[in-house]
T-cell receptor
Framework: ELKVEQNPLFLSMQEGKNYTIYCNYSTTSDRLYWYRQDPGKSLESLFVLLSNGAVKQEGRLMASLDTKARLSTLHITAAVHDLSATYFCAVTTDSWGKLQFGAGTQVVVTP | DAGITQSPRHKVTETGTPVTLRCHQTENHRYMYWYRQDPGHGLRLIHYSYGVKDTDKGEVSDGYSVSRSKTEDFLLTLESATSSQTSVYFC???????????FGPGTRLTVT
């Protein structure tokens, strides 16, 4: 059974500092997703990581994938208030695209 | 927004009544999914579809059925709603070579 674990589940950030969210998964996968969700809203796709060593960056967010370690990281550089949200990672292990989600990391950025 | 709409957006219903949620997409995507979101659980897959009349169960399918008679519509039915089915329901489609999944706006369902 595929399990996806995120940590931390809650992250209080100070503006201007750097932080990392970790996503571990239990079985082989070649596709990992990061999503952002604002309160009361739907999920917004941030990144899709398709292969070992993949790195993607958008603004202050950078995601990487290590398939051998079964680990993805979402790195936040110089946090700003607008990044306050809940971040989910999700993994799929089959061609049907069935996603297994982590529990989410709630990020709060304060001055 | 990948052309996904869900209806209704909010619904309150009583225990034991049947409920149908609709997901509509306008871009002819083959794969569609229903997830539910509950605090502390992330999202969990209920059912998915890989074409018209082709559907299969996900992780938490008990108490739910689906139908897809047209490419654009994927219906989720709660046969007899229970309080444990109070949740936010999201529909998703899959597109692109990276198999990106895009989510609809969600339906908040409360079963009293």
């Amino acid at each position: 059974e595929l399990k996806v674990e995120q940590n931390p589940l809650f992250l209080s950030m100070q503006e201007g500092k750097n932080y990392t969210i970790y996503c571990n998964y239990s079985t082989t996968s070649d596709r990992l997703y990061w999503y952002r969700q604002d309160p009361g809203k739907s999920l917004e796709s941030l990144f899709v990581l398709l292969s070992n060593g993949a790195v993607k960056q958008e603004g202050r967010l950078m995601a990487s994938l290590d398939t051998k370690a079964r680990l993805s990281t979402l790195h936040i550089t110089a946090a700003v208030h607008d990044l306050s949200a809940t971040y989910f990672c999700a993994v799929t292990t089959d061609s049907w695209g069935k996603l297994q989600f982590g529990a989410g990391t709630q990020v709060v950025v304060t001055p | 927004d990948a052309g996904i709409t869900q209806s209704p957006r909010h619904k309150v219903t009583e225990t034991g009544t049947p409920v149908t949620l609709r997901c509509h997409q306008t871009e002819n995507h083959r794969y569609m999914y229903w997830y539910r979101q509950d605090p502390g659980h992330g999202l969990r897959l209920i059912h998915y579809s890989y074409g018209v009349k082709d559907t299969d169960k996900g992780e938490v399918s008990d108490g739910y059925s689906v139908s897809r008679s047209k490419t654009e519509d994927f219906l989720l039915t709660l046969e007899s709603a229970t309080s444990s089915q109070t949740s936010v329901y999201f529909c998703a489609i899959r597109e692109g070579q990276g198999y990106e999944q895009y989510f609809g706006p969600g339906t908040r369902l409360t079963v009293t």
